[in-house]
């Protein structure tokens, strides 16, 4: 079993930026990790969850375009964390941030929430 949890949701004003962190624990070694693809998806009121953004084993990264030169994901396989950096933020990326966990079987986190208003 694996366990997700986000942080680093919040309020922010447009332009603004946030970072969020997933950190994975349980029955879990970093080298299992390291082999996962992590991702970041989001779900906003009254529609389905979506892609943001992935990262695979080997740091290959794939973003949704409405993210694109704005959003990066990283992660640290030492500290079996990955990272979610939101910059030029917009009200439409108002959303519950979800953190998933994929290697043979899958795995998600609570979510976090990101509103941005003025």
């Known amino acids: 079993q694996v366990q997700l949890v986000e942080s680093g949701g919040g309020l922010v004003q447009p332009g603004g930026s946030l970072r969020l962190s997933c950190a994975a624990s349980?029955?879990?070694?970093?080298?299992?990790?390291?082999?996962?693809?992590m991702g970041w998806y989001r779900q906003a009121p009254g529609k389905q969850r979506e892609l943001v953004a992935i990262i695979t084993s080997d740091g290959n990264t794939n973003y949704a375009d409405f993210v694109k030169g704005r959003f990066t994901i990283s992660r640290d396989n030492a500290q079996n964390t990955v990272q979610l950096q939101m910059n030029s933020l917009k009200p439409e990326d108002t959303a519950v941030y979800y953190c998933?966990?994929?290697?043979?079987?899958?795995?998600w986190g609570q979510g976090t929430q990101v509103t941005v208003s003025a």
């Open positions: 349980g029955i879990i070694s970093r080298m299992t990790f390291s082999r996962a693809i």
């Open positions: 998933n966990y994929r290697l043979k079987v899958e795995y």
